[in-house]
């Protein structure tokens, strides 16, 4: 029988997931009883289950919303998290010339989108306590960074003891630049000659609503149980 030729580092998120979390950095936090694995959804979601199931932590999702440039969707002007946590790409912004209204419509719209999104993942539970707790954040995949740094804002407003982003692939330019951000960052990938992150894979379909509310169902190792304390089991 003839082997079959990979064409990309993993077959899809959740290979991706299951190799990122065999990653020594990874693999220390294991059982860690503070500790908790957040997921950028959608595409992040499929990432860490597999991850929250590898090292027995709760899975929860910390929703965050690109703020694309109209008419050119795919490039990412900013992001807004959570809690309202806006970060804006001041050079994307600068070279295109965009205005203060354009960036805030943008904002009102990927606003509106976002909290209709946390109503359907949370299924009307309420936020995790992240206050004192180790958050180990993971998305699919990292191009300008923009999504994440949103993401760590937000999450440092809630005062977590700390903030560990993990990502299957990014550049590396995009994985330092976060190291002033995050308390710590591993990039299992950092190709010189980054195209996108779907380059990274060979199979790279939109991950649906449904596919998430499925996989938070599980919450990967245990159960994230809304207001948990600290060192709670």
Do not use: W
Request: proline letters at 6%; aromatic letters at 4%; glycine letters at 10%.
């Amino acid at each position: 029988m003839q082997a079959t030729t990979r064409t990309a580092p993993f077959r899809d998120r959740r290979e991706a997931g299951q190799l990122l979390a065999k990653d020594p950095r990874l693999r220390r936090f294991r059982g860690h009883a503070n500790a908790i694995v957040l997921a950028l959804p959608r595409g992040g979601v499929p990432v860490a289950y597999e991850i929250a199931a590898a090292l027995d932590l709760p899975l929860d999702v910390f929703v965050v919303r690109k703020l694309g440039v109209p008419g050119h969707e795919e490039l990412a002007m900013g992001a807004i998290a959570a809690g309202g946590t806006r970060v804006i790409e001041t050079d994307v912004v600068r070279r295109l010339g965009l205005d203060e209204d354009t960036i805030d419509a943008a904002t009102a719209r990927e606003l509106r989108q976002l909290e209709e999104r946390e109503r359907r993942y949370r299924e009307g539970l309420p936020p995790l306590v992240l206050r004192d707790r180790l958050a180990i954040v993971v998305d699919d995949g990292l191009a300008t960074g923009s999504t994440m740094r949103a993401a760590i804002s937000a999450l440092k407003a809630q005062a977590p003891k700390a903030v560990v982003v993990a990502v299957p692939v990014a550049p590396p330019q995009t994985c330092a630049a976060l190291e002033r951000h995050a308390d710590e960052v591993i990039c299992a990938l950092t190709p010189e000659f980054f195209g996108a992150v779907g380059l990274a894979y060979e199979r790279f379909d939109q991950t649906t609503d449904d596919e998430v509310i499925e996989l938070l169902g599980g919450r990967g190792g245990k159960q994230a149980r809304p207001g948990a304390s600290p060192g709670a089991r």
